[in-house]
Nanobody
Framework: QVQLVESGGGLVQPGGSLRLSCAAS????????MAWYRQAPGKQRELVAR???????NYADSVKGRFTISRDNAKKTVYLQMNSLKPEDTSVYYC???????WGQGTQVIVSS
């Protein structure tokens, strides 16, 4: 069964860091552009970061300079390193594979003191 499984979310204080992981079955992570989205309560899902098959990346303006997306094809995993976290980063974060439009179940990130 083709699937994406996110992990790494949790509660962190403002200014802290978290690293999210997205484990992909098969060759999904290396075969398609991959992305992280987030959705806060009452808000639309928004793109956070995207990485192409070739490794090019782009980010939402709100996370530029703080978040880094990367992939490890050998581990079939895509990561989102989040630094200098702010309360407004609180959301459920979802992994997405662009080609098959495949979504994970999401992982909750709460930034609060």
């Amino acid at each position: 069964q083709v699937q994406l499984v996110e992990s790494g979310g949790g509660l962190v204080q403002p200014g802290g860091s978290l690293r999210l992981s997205c484990a992909a079955s098969g060759n999904i992570a290396s075969s398609y552009p991959m992305a992280w989205y987030r959705q806060a309560p009452g808000k639309q899902r928004e793109l956070v970061a995207r990485i192409s098959r070739g490794g090019s990346t782009n980010y939402a303006d709100s996370v530029k300079g703080r978040f880094t997306i990367s992939r490890d094809n050998a581990k079939k995993t895509v990561y989102l390193q989040m630094n200098s976290l702010k309360p407004e980063d609180t959301s459920v974060y979802y992994c997405n594979a662009a080609g098959p439009n495949l979504w994970g179940q999401g992982t909750q990130v709460i930034v609060s003191s």
